[in-house]
């Protein structure tokens, strides 16, 4: 296992249409993070996981928007009827239970038209 | 505003070290972190430093903490074209791991 993987890595959709993102964490890590980074910005915390359950969600996680991990190893992130405030880079990490340090995949980059 | 701040440029000439600084806001942190960016890329993991450290070396990179302050700082040394990206420092800030991060330095590499 290399590290944490991210589909796709770039998506453009227009305005009012659906988006879904796959991570796929570092095997065996327990925890998930998903962050949103918009440009010439840190990332900012969306929503976290431990195993299968969502133990945490940012005021930014609007009604818009759900995560999943049903099975407590890969996750998906759900943006409904998207709008042009949702273009970001959207990042996934992972963490073994126990620590706290995250490692991130590369980002699936979203552009809404 | 924000939680975490570092100042957004840096110019350095290849060969030359290189010093980033952060400073944070919650003295409850128990690591902190810098994370590299390059263009189009997700983040890597540089270094990590835990609160009651002062310092931490790992091959040309040097963190410095001065928890009294809430300061920390990243030292490149010998400093590469590699090394041109965009630094994030970042606190956790909770028991789950939450991560707050500055707006990043971006770290520009002279010949």
């Known amino acids: 296992d290399t590290g944490v993987s991210q589909d796709p890595r770039h998506k453009i959709t227009k305005r009012g249409q659906n988006v879904t993102f796959r991570c796929d964490p570092i095997?065996?890590?327990?925890?998930l993070y998903w962050y949103r980074q918009t440009l010439g910005q840190g990332p900012e915390f969306l929503t976290y996981f431990q195993n299968e359950a969502q133990l945490e969600k940012s005021r930014l996680l609007s009604d818009r928007f759900s995560a999943e991990r049903p099975k407590g190893s890969f996750s998906t992130l759900e943006i409904q009827r998207t709008e042009q405030g949702d273009s970001a880079m959207y990042l996934c990490?992972?963490?073994?239970?126990?620590?706290?340090?995250?490692?991130f995949g590369p980002g699936t980059r979203l552009t809404v038209l | 505003g924000e939680d975490v701040e570092q100042s957004l440029f840096l110019s350095v000439r290849e060969g030359d070290s290189s010093v980033i600084n952060c400073t944070y806001t919650?003295?409850?942190?128990?690591?902190l972190y810098w994370y590299k960016q390059e263009p189009g890329a997700g983040l890597q993991l540089l270094t990590y430093?835990?609160?009651?450290?002062d310092m931490k070396q790992d091959q040309r990179l040097t963190v410095l903490l001065n928890k009294k302050d809430k300061h920390l700082s990243l030292r490149i040394a010998d400093t590469q074209t590699g090394d041109s990206a965009i630094y994030f420092c970042?606190?956790?800030?909770?028991?789950?791991?939450?991560?707050?991060f500055g707006a990043g330095t971006q770290v520009v590499v002279t010949p």
């Open positions: 970042a606190e956790n800030t909770d028991s789950w791991g939450k991560l707050q």
């Open positions: 919650d003295s409850s942190s128990t690591y």
């Open positions: 990490a992972s963490s073994p239970l126990g620590t706290d340090t995250q490692y």
């Open positions: 430093i835990f609160s009651n450290m």
């Open positions: 095997s065996e890590h327990n925890r």
